[in-house]
């Protein structure tokens, strides 16, 4: 059997833990309400880039688009084709598909058309490439070996050649061309 002073004692030491966990659990308390606001502004920072990178990727697919379609229709302007990149999420990553469309029509752009698409579609990329990269006081220059090897047809040819100075003027590129028409 227990005295007075050791059930006195006893009363202290349980009146003492269960101070020692009341002020544990208000520090869990505060703690966790720290956690769960570190949570919310991380949330919105992640909206935030998301936000910022779709932005991105749409700027960069209207520019790109816009290239290429322009010069694609330059060059073929009897038969308008239509490029568009469409992003989407795989495995954790954005992922790009470029598309080419004719007529409404998509098509497979290395099996559905000819070399001279394909000329074309190099050249634009390469420009879009470059001027999505270089910084705002960069000179920039595209140095180009034979870009019109597939075209056919003196028309296409020309309004080839034209549509790469229009571009290198729109953009202010430097394009130094090896041809052998």
Known sequence: MLTIKEMRDRAASIRSAHMTAEGEVTLGHIHL??????????????????????AAQ??????????????????????PYEFKLEFRECGGKTVVDTLL????????????????????????????????????NTRMLLVLDEPA?????????RRFYETLESVGQQFKLTILCARQH
């Not at 098509?107 to 050249?123: I, K, N, Q, R, Y």
């Open 58 to 79: 749409m700027r960069f697919a209207l520019v790109v688009a816009g290239v290429v379609t322009e010069s694609l229709n330059s060059v073929y302007p009897d038969n």
């Open 33 to 54: 309400i720290k956690l769960h606001a570190t949570k919310q502004a991380i949330e919105k920072v992640a909206t935030l880039v998301s936000e910022a990178a779709q």
């Open 101 to 136: 469309y004719r007529d409404g029509d998509a098509l497979e752009p290395m099996s559905s058309t000819g070399g001279g698409v394909w000329d074309v579609l190099a050249f634009s990329l390469r420009v879009a490439l470059l001027v999505l990269t270089a910084g705002d």
């Open 149 to 157: 090897k597939f075209l056919h047809g003196a028309e296409k040819i």
